[in-house]
Every structure is written in structure tokens, then in C-alpha cells.
């Protein structure tokens, strides 16, 4: 079975400071990748996505994530955190096998730091 | 361009009683899909469907029914609520005609009491 991965529930940083979210997934066939980004009592809102091609995709906000097919990840950065980034993000696979779900990790909320 | 759209946005429902979330979109879209959120699970997929008279269960599918009789349109029941089904649901679609980007609705907000 397919599944999503985001290590870390919580992840503090410093206003300024490097951005490192990351995700993993579980899947035998070349994925579509997602990240999306949460603001308290709002809907979910696509920050960038992975279907084929350049590996380094880059989102809204400068978010960008990079696909490694080797390690099975789509970690998300951002060189300079603002405190505007302070949201739940949620990284999200669709398989284009046995279903066409689409899976959503636990989502990892960040703390931003004055 | 209304996207999906959810509705009721709020609902209080006692145990045992029935509702039915509405959930429709206007961009064609082969794949809907309807999640719950709870606080630390993320979304967790409740049923889905791949087109027009086909759907099939997720992750949590109990308590739940839907039916995809067009396109644009896929509602999610509550058979009989249970306090256990207090949550923020989500429908969401996608297709081949978006890059398959997911769309969300709003979400709905549902207590049951």
C-alpha cells in the first residue's frame, strides 16, 4: 500500500533561518508529488507539485522541493523563513495504480520564530 | 470559476441523526475524493471516485456512503452520526484537464453532539 511519510509533526525554525520539511513516500511506480500549505481554520492551498520532468520544482512563497526517485523523498525548503510561513504544510502522493487515490501525510506544522 | 464547492459549511447534528455534505465542481473533473481531517491524522481519505458511477472506499470509510451519479456532483452521507465523526471534512477534486492539481473545497465543519 501506498502511503506518505512527513518526518516531524512539529518543526521551530528562526525568522530568517532555512526552511526543511520533509517528506517521504512509499510507492513502486514513478509518483505525482504535492505539497500544500494550511492556514488556521482554512483550506488547503497548493504550494507546488511534481508530475514529470525537472526534479526541482519551484512553488509560491519561494517554497521549492526536490524529487529523489532514489531516496523516495519530496523534501520542501525555503532559503529565509518570515513569519507570514507560520501553517501546517501537507505532502500528498497520487499513485496511477490500483485506484488513483490520492494520500496525504500526518502534515508537519511550522513555528516561525521573531 | 466557483471551483468545488461545500456545503453546509457548519453543521451541528445529534447522535443518530442523518445528513448528507454536498460537494460539487464545475472543471470537469474525473477524481473526487472526500477526506476528514482530525488534529495530528492529517487528511485521511474517506471514499473517492474515479468517474461518473464508480467509486470505492478509502482509508475510513465506515459510517460514510457516497454515490457519483454525474460528474460535477459527489455528496458524502452520515448514516447515523456519531460523536466519533466530529471533524472538518474536505471534498477535493482533480483531473487530466488541471495537471492534476487536487482543488479543495472550503471545508465543512461538522459536531456532533
Redesign the interface.
Known amino acids: 500500500a501506498q502511503s506518505v511519510t512527513q518526518l516531524g509533526s512539529h518543526v521551530s525554525v528562526s525568522e530568517g533561518a532555512l526552511v526543511l520539511l520533509r517528506c517521504n513516500y512509499s510507492s513502486s511506480v514513478p509518483p505525482y508529488l504535492f505539497w500544500y500549505v494550511q492556514y488556521p481554520n482554512q483550506g488547503l492551498q497548493l504550494l507546488l507539485k511534481y508530475t514529470t520532468g525537472a526534479t526541482l520544482v519551484k512553488g509560491i512563497n519561494g517554497f521549492e522541493a526536490e524529487f529523489k526517485k532514489s531516496e523516495t523523498s519530496f523534501h520542501l525548503t525555503k532559503p529565509s523563513a518570515h513569519m507570514s510561513d507560520a501553517a501546517e504544510y501537507f505532502c500528498a502522493v497520487i499513485v496511477e495504480t490500483g485506484g488513483f487515490k490520492t494520500i496525504f501525510g500526518a502534515g508537519t506544522r511550522l513555528f516561525v520564530k521573531a | 470559476n466557483a471551483g468545488v464547492t461545500q456545503t453546509p459549511k457548519f453543521q451541528v447534528l445529534k447522535t443518530g441523526q442523518s445528513m448528507t455534505l454536498q460537494c460539487a465542481q464545475d472543471m470537469n473533473h474525473e ?1 473526487m ?1 472526500w ?1 476528514r481531517q482530525d488534529p ?6 474517506i471514499h ?1 471516485s ?1 468517474g461518473a458511477g464508480i467509486t ?1 472506499q ?1 482509508e475510513v470509510p465506515n459510517g460514510y456512503n457516497v454515490s457519483r451519479s454525474t460528474t460535477e456532483d459527489f455528496p458524502l452521507r452520515l448514516l447515523s452520526a456519531a460523536p466519533s465523526q466530529t471533524s472538518v471534512y ?1 471534498c ?1 477534486s ?1 483531473g487530466a484537464s488541471s ?4 482543488y ?4 465543512s465543519w461538522l459536531t456532533v453532539v
Not at chain 2, 479543495?104 to 471545508?107: L, N
Open positions: 477524481y475524493s477526506y495530528g491524522m492529517g487528511l485521511r481519505l473517492y474515479v470505492d478509502g474536505f477535493a482533480r495537471g492534476n492539481t487536487i479543495f473545497g472550503e471545508g
